[in-house]
């Protein structure tokens, strides 16, 4: 959960359904501390760094805006790629852009989440449902808009093992 976290805030709003689930079980409530402790150990360095560079806490990711833009703009796929195969980094607005150029980390953060917030604000139930759709993408797999072009060496069915061990995992 803590190194989701770092990539997805929204990973926070399941912690309760662990907290929920120690209530039920007499050994839950020292898992769930285990849990809590394992949250702690994954944020502690990144929070630790955040208070040096930037003088206050920051819980997650200074890259929480971005990837809260990726999800919530016209263009979105869901992915780290456009339709066309491009990183997405690269293919930004050009007024988007323009803001960007010169910004500081901190800054570049509330640029983008301000972008992402205004299309969410104009798209509230597009916006709900791309949330659903990053969230599948989060936890399975998003499609792959650069055609395997990262990894020639990993055939369809080498690809079909590694989503079958995953799946293996996540439902163990």
């Not at 926070?12 to 120690?22: D, N, T």
């Not at 003088?55 to 263009?75: D, H, K, M, P, S």
Request: net charge positive.
């Amino acid at each position: 959960c803590g190194l989701g976290m770092l990539v997805r805030h929204d990973v926070a709003a399941f912690l309760p359904v662990p907290a929920l689930l120690a209530l039920r079980d007499p050994g839950g409530a020292k898992r769930f501390g285990f849990l809590a402790v394992g949250l702690a150990l994954a944020l502690t360095p990144w929070v630790i760094r955040n208070y040096r560079v930037h003088q206050r806490v920051i819980v997650a990711t200074t890259q929480a805006g971005e990837f809260l833009w990726r999800g919530n703009n016209a263009a979105s796929t869901g992915t780290l790629w456009t339709r066309d195969g491009k990183p997405m980094s690269e293919e930004l607005p050009e007024p988007l852009a323009a803001r960007l150029k010169g910004a500081g980390e901190l800054e570049i953060d509330a640029i983008f989440k301000d972008e992402a917030l205004a299309f969410v604000r104009s798209h509230p139930l597009l916006s709900l449902g791309r949330w659903v759709r990053n969230f599948a993408y989060f936890w399975w797999f998003g499609p792959d808009y650069t055609e395997g072009r990262y990894y020639p060496w990993l055939s369809g069915a080498g690809r079909f093992l590694y989503k079958s061990a995953y799946l293996f995992l996540f439902t163990a």
